[in-house]
């Protein structure tokens, strides 16, 4: 065969997302989803997304981290980071991998609030 498989709707735009591409979209909707009902109280956050994290050589711990959450000081907003690779490891499916992103920004914004994550999402529960 020649020529695309799949032509783009736009010349000069790819015509399918890459992994990274689509993981963001759904990292993009729980934040969304959690940010329009608490944004009068997180205040400025920024989230991000990262491959892996960083982890020390003589890491001991069984389980790697999914996410981070570092409390902004100051001037500085708090920070939360979701970790692509772990994340996917741990879903087999796309909708899996929807919950299981929705689940882990509900758990850092509850720590961030000081309240449990069935306040923050009542579909935690």
């Known amino acids: 065969m020649r020529g695309p498989g799949v032509m783009p709707r736009q010349l000069g735009t790819p015509a ?7 993981f963001d979209a759904v990292v993009l909707g729980a934040v969304s989803a959690v940010e329009a009902r ?6 400025l956050v920024e989230y991000a997304v990262e491959d892996t994290p960083m982890v020390p050589d003589d890491w001991d ?3 790697v ?4 959450l570092v409390r902004g000081s100051g001037g500085q907003p708090s ?7 772990p994340l996917e490891r ?9 919950a299981l992103v929705l689940t882990v ?19 935690q529960g």
Do not use: K, N, Y
């Open 16 to 22: 399918l997302r890459t992994e990274r591409e689509r």
């Open 38 to 43: 608490w944004h009068s109280r997180l205040g």
């Open 61 to 63: 711990d069984a389980e």
């Open 65 to 68: 981290p999914l996410a981070t």
């Open 79 to 85: 920070r939360l980071v979701l970790f692509r690779r």
């Open 90 to 98: 741990r879903s087999d499916t796309r909708e899996e991998l929807r």
């Open 105 to 123: 920004v509900v758990e850092q914004v509850a720590a961030l609030l000081g309240m449990d994550p069935e306040d923050v999402d009542p579909r």
